[in-house]
């Protein structure tokens, strides 16, 4: 995996992927930015949340379990001295469908913590990660 970060101008930079994506990075006003993308500490923090909520869908949809949706909500806390490291990360999912088992989420919440999310397993090393779960029956609606 490759990728480049050019910078633009201040505090702003591009990054591009192998695969042919770009993102604006910027900073905050008062660390020289003009606050024109994303911070690279959010970058990290949304694909750790990325990598976790792909990881449950793609297990909820191999157990052949009727997921119509997935939003993974991430809160972390940070160091207060530099390097301002992430401290704890709280990823909370919100999975819906028809008449999802409660034993099948919750599998494919800890399989995805537990052994295929990279990015939260090597955030592990220096974070406290936790998780949680809720299911919202579609059927109900």
């Not at 900073?27 to 993308?37: F, H, K, L, S, V």
């Not at 919750?106 to 990015?119: F, G, I, N, P, T």
Request: with cysteine; hydrophobic share 45%.
């Amino acid at each position: 995996m490759n990728c480049r970060i050019k910078w633009v101008e201040d505090a702003m930079f591009v990054g591009e992927s192998d695969s042919g994506h770009a993102v604006v990075i910027d900073g905050p006003p008062d660390g020289g930015g003009r606050n024109m993308g994303m911070r690279p500490m959010e970058l990290l923090l949304l694909g750790m949340g990325s990598c976790s909520a792909y990881d449950v869908v793609h297990i909820l949809k191999k157990s052949r379990q009727p997921v119509a949706d997935c939003v993974a909500e991430l809160s972390a806390e940070r160091a207060d001295t530099v390097p301002k490291v992430f401290t704890k990360i709280h990823i909370h999912f919100i999975v819906s469908g028809k008449g999802l088992a409660e034993s099948s989420v919750k599998r494919a919440v800890e399989l995805s913590a537990d052994k295929y999310c990279s990015a939260s397993i090597m955030l592990a090393k220096a974070a406290e990660i936790s998780h949680d779960f809720e299911i919202i029956d579609m059927a109900d609606e």
